[in-house]
């Protein structure tokens, strides 16, 4: 059984920062790539940003320039630092890990931006 449980998310004004993170635990075996998608009210679940296992790292345009992904392999643990938050970011953030070729998701963690 895996398990992946975020945490960081909250309330922030408009221009200001958060850090979320993500741990797997369980029967992890190989960590093939890690990210995060958000979810706004009414909107579909997008990709925000993701890490492979090589380093590389993809984000979507909107965020490039003020999020950015990392990971410890050591720790199983993903990061999202989030800086010059915007109130289009409100949105659930769900962390994504494929482990040994299979895909897990999070519960999710809320993050509100206010004006």
């Known amino acids: 059984q895996v398990q992946l449980v975020e945490s960081g998310g909250g309330l922030v004004q408009a221009g200001g920062s958060l850090r979320l993170s993500c741990v797997a635990s369980?029967?992890?075996?190989?960590?093939?790539?890690m990210g995060w998608y958000r979810q706004a009210p009414g909107k579909q679940r997008e990709l925000v940003a993701d890490?492979?296992?090589?380093?590389?790292?993809n984000y979507v345009d909107s965020v490039k320039g003020r999020f950015t992904i990392s990971s410890d392999n050591a720790k199983n643990t993903v990061y999202l630092q989030m800086n010059s938050l915007k109130p289009e970011d409100t949105a659930v953030y769900y962390c994504?890990?494929?482990?040994?070729?299979?895909?897990?998701w999070g519960q999710g963690t809320q993050v509100t931006v206010s004006s």
């Open positions: 890490i492979g296992r090589d380093g590389s790292t």
């Open positions: 369980g029967s992890i075996g190989t960590i093939n790539g």
């Open positions: 994504y890990a494929v482990l040994t070729l299979i895909g897990h």
